[in-house]
């Protein structure tokens, strides 16, 4: 194989330079993509309950372009917090932030969709980019209106019907409390239509009968550094349960995988076919959600909620040849931070708050460390499951957006200025993203490539060789200039030899590739199938079990079928 590297003479032909544009091709369709994180700032509008103190105003001002926002202050009352101030105790009457967007309070929730390039976003993940949209900033901010956006009932800023439990103080979710409204759907958050623009777009594409797509999903909650599967009751049921944290269980266990990196155990992933069947999921797993009351926010997220799609495509080429890409689109609501002496919180709403205030200080380190020195080489991800689970979001292979959610009040000056001055950190972080092509696909794609270029050698060996076997012999040529020509000609035909050889090699591998390509495919098919059936079985007994302990609860008898 030493071949490979020896240099030989090349003419370039126009049949050669046509070849040389496909490989280039080739290499454009597995490209990186090289991006800093986009950044958007939201100013939420003020609340009627701030309307009615009459005091707060407003502390923050947007450009007319919608690339800038201005923390404004002043010392009407007392001086403000040290982060606000120079070395010399200094006090600046404004600061500055530049990031890609600034929405207003009147922005709309189709204005965020659109504007934020959330179709183009979308189409990332179709194409086989992994994307990620979270959004950040302090309790109350509007993070969960702008990710979810559902309709809310009894006047309740996000829409749960509170039912406070003595046991915890936490809030539960009643089966009709979370809804999506058709009609009235100028709600919807970020969630929501990323699921029906995502499945619109995933239809124009099914006219190819030569590309098959698979949709599934995942819903977690981090909730005092636990992680709780939604879509599982059995697991992610505490929201409904409102049990003691020791009584839920440690939830999912987080393992690391060398490809993939951090993942977690035994967490249920729902194939879906449709918008609407995606949205009803997303919909009932909402339900375990948990969620309190505080002084800030009358229905407080105590959980970070990743809501994950994975989209998987399987397609041939013009060869038959298969090509599986598999990408994920996480949807992050993180719990906004608190400050105690705010939200007056108590008892389990208090540890829940510092639970959230601890994974959010990690993230924030994870922010500044890699914004400031993104060579360094230990990043704390491991210090939270929740930096854990995004390390591939901040950084890594990853198209991410996050969204940066403030409180236009001057009461909330410290707060915004700590919000604002994260998002900027995080607008320099680097992320490198890359088509997540399955490793058989990309082996057949990388040997292609290595037989397009002994092809282009091969031909430049041949026109050598017949521009040789042309030249008239040199009737007065020295002895020595035709043994220089001789071994010219030797050397040639040696290496058009070898390359010949190698070409061999490279198709006989690229052979193999493929045949290994189609066992594994085989292969899936009839544990996919096993599955099914184990998957049923395993809910057929759960029923049984199930109707059997309420037999027993009530004195009763059963006999299993």
Same mark, same amino acid.
């Given at each position: 194989?030493?071949?490979?590297?020896?240099?030989?003479?090349?003419?370039?032909?126009?049949?050669?330079?046509?070849?040389?544009?496909?490989?280039?091709?080739?290499?454009?369709?597995?490209?990186?993509?090289?991006?800093?994180?986009?950044?958007?700032?939201?100013?939420?509008?003020?609340?009627?309950?701030?309307?009615?103190?009459?005091?707060?105003?407003?502390?923050?001002?947007?450009?007319?372009?919608?690339?800038?926002?201005?923390?404004?202050?002043?010392?009407?009352?007392?001086?403000?917090?040290?982060?606000?101030?120079?070395?010399?105790?200094?006090?600046?009457?404004?600061?500055?932030?530049?990031?890609?967007?600034?929405?207003?309070?009147?922005?709309?929730?189709?204005?965020?969709?659109?504007?934020?390039?959330?179709?183009?976003?979308?189409?990332?993940?179709?194409?086989?980019?992994?994307?990620?949209?979270?959004?950040?900033?302090?309790?109350?901010?509007?993070?969960?209106?702008?990710?979810?956006?559902?309709?809310?009932?009894?006047?309740?800023?996000?829409?749960?019907?509170?039912?406070?439990?003595?046991?915890?103080?936490?809030?539960?979710?009643?089966?009709?409390?979370?809804?999506?409204?058709?009609? !009235?759907?100028?709600?919807?958050?970020?969630?929501?239509?990323?699921?029906?623009?995502?499945?619109?777009?995933?239809?124009?594409?099914?006219?190819? !009968?030569?590309?098959?797509?698979?949709?599934?999903?995942?819903?977690?909650?981090?909730?005092?550094?636990?992680?709780?599967?939604?879509?599982?009751?059995?697991?992610?049921?505490?929201?409904?349960?409102?049990?003691?944290?020791?009584?839920?269980?440690?939830?999912?266990?987080?393992?690391?995988?060398?490809?993939?990196?951090?993942?977690?155990?035994?967490?249920?992933?729902?194939?879906?076919?449709?918008?609407?069947?995606?949205?009803?999921?997303?919909?009932?797993?909402?339900?375990?959600?948990?969620?309190?009351?505080?002084?800030?926010?009358?229905?407080?997220?105590?959980?970070?909620?990743?809501?994950?799609?994975?989209?998987?495509?399987?397609?041939?080429?013009?060869?038959?040849?298969?090509?599986?890409?598999?990408?994920?689109?996480?949807?992050?609501?993180?719990?906004?931070?608190?400050?105690?002496?705010?939200?007056?919180?108590?008892?389990?709403?208090?540890?829940?708050?510092?639970?959230?205030?601890?994974?959010?200080?990690?993230?924030?380190?994870?922010?500044?460390?890699?914004?400031?020195?993104?060579?360094?080489?230990?990043?704390?991800?491991?210090?939270?499951?929740?930096?854990?689970?995004?390390?591939?979001?901040?950084?890594?292979?990853?198209?991410?957006?996050?969204?940066?959610?403030? %409180?236009?009040?001057?009461?909330?000056?410290?707060?915004?200025?700590?919000?604002?001055?994260?998002?900027?950190?995080?607008?320099?972080?680097?992320?490198?993203?890359?088509?997540?092509?399955?490793?058989?696909?990309?082996?057949?794609?990388?040997?292609?490539?290595?037989?397009?270029?002994?092809?282009?050698?091969?031909?430049?060996?041949?026109?050598?060789?017949?521009?040789?076997?042309?030249? /008239?012999?040199?009737?007065?040529?020295?002895?020595?200039?035709?043994?220089?020509?001789?071994?010219?000609?030797?050397? %040639?035909?040696?290496?058009?030899?070898?390359?010949?050889?190698?070409?061999?090699?490279?198709?006989?591998?690229?052979?193999?590739?493929?045949?290994?390509?189609?066992?594994?495919? /085989?292969?899936?098919?009839?544990?996919?199938?096993?599955?099914?059936?184990?998957?049923?079985?395993?809910?057929?007994?759960?029923?049984?079990?199930?109707?059997?302990?309420?037999?027993?609860?009530?004195?009763?008898?059963?006999?299993?079928?």
């Amino acid at each position: 194989m030493d071949s490979t590297n020896r240099e030989v003479p090349r003419k370039e032909t126009h049949e050669g330079a046509e070849i040389a544009n496909v490989v280039a091709e080739d290499c454009g369709r597995l490209r990186e993509d090289v991006a800093k994180i986009s950044v958007a700032v939201r100013v939420r509008p003020f609340l009627p309950s701030e309307l009615k103190r009459k005091k707060s105003r407003n502390s923050l001002g947007i450009s007319p372009e919608g690339k800038q926002v201005t923390l404004k202050f002043n010392l009407r009352e007392s001086a403000l917090p040290a982060s606000l101030q120079d070395s010399k105790h200094n006090v600046t009457t404004e600061k500055a932030f530049s990031f890609d967007h600034v929405f207003g309070t009147e922005t709309t929730q189709q204005d965020i969709f659109e504007n934020l390039g959330m179709p183009a976003i979308l189409q990332k993940a179709i194409d086989g980019y992994n994307c990620t949209v979270f959004a950040y900033g302090q309790t109350g901010s509007g993070k969960t209106h702008t990710m979810d956006g559902f309709d809310f009932d009894e006047q309740l800023a996000y829409g749960y019907n509170r039912k406070t439990s003595s046991a915890t103080g936490g809030v539960a979710l009643s089966e009709d409390s979370v809804h999506i409204s058709v009609s !009235k759907n100028d709600n919807f958050g970020l969630v929501p239509r990323s699921i029906v623009a995502l499945f619109a777009a995933l239809d124009g594409n099914r006219a190819d !009968k030569n590309t098959t797509w698979s949709v599934s999903c995942t819903h977690v909650q981090l909730y005092n550094e636990c992680a709780y599967d939604l879509l599982n009751q059995n697991n992610g049921g505490p929201g409904v349960t409102l049990q003691s944290n020791s009584v839920r269980g440690p939830g999912l266990k987080m393992r690391w995988a060398s490809k993939g990196g951090f993942y977690l155990q035994n967490l249920f992933e729902v194939t879906t076919e449709t918008a609407e069947e995606t949205l009803h999921l997303f919909r009932q797993s909402a339900r375990n959600k948990v969620v309190s009351s505080h002084d800030l926010n009358p229905v407080s997220s105590r959980s970070h909620c990743i809501f994950t799609i994975t989209i998987k495509r399987q397609s041939l080429d013009a060869e038959n040849l298969p090509e599986v890409r598999e990408s994920r689109l996480c949807l992050v609501d993180l719990a906004g931070s608190e400050r105690v002496s705010q939200t007056n919180s108590t008892g389990v709403t208090f540890t829940e708050a510092i639970g959230i205030n601890k994974s959010l200080s990690v993230l924030r380190k994870v922010i500044v460390a890699l914004a400031t020195e993104p060579d360094r080489s230990h990043i704390p991800y491991r210090d939270s499951k929740l930096t854990s689970l995004l390390q591939e979001s901040l950084g890594g292979n990853c198209v991410t957006l996050m969204i940066a959610c403030v %409180a236009p009040g001057d009461d909330f000056i410290d707060e915004n200025h700590s919000t604002l001055k994260y998002a900027s950190h995080a607008s320099n972080i680097r992320n490198v993203a890359i088509v997540n092509v399955d490793s058989n696909s990309r082996t057949i794609s990388n040997l292609r490539l290595e037989v397009q270029r002994l092809r282009n050698e091969l031909r430049a060996l041949h026109n050598v060789v017949g521009s040789l076997n042309t030249e /008239k012999p040199l009737q007065k040529s020295t002895s020595k200039n035709a043994e220089g020509v001789s071994e010219e000609l030797a050397n %040639a035909k040696r290496s058009l030899l070898d390359h010949v050889l190698l070409f061999k090699d490279v198709f006989r591998a690229e052979e193999s590739a493929v045949k290994e390509v189609q066992k594994q495919q /085989k292969y899936n098919l009839v544990m996919k199938r096993d599955n099914e059936l184990l998957h049923d079985e395993n809910m057929s007994l759960r029923d049984r079990i199930r109707v059997l302990q309420n037999m027993l609860l009530q004195g009763g008898r059963v006999r299993l079928e």
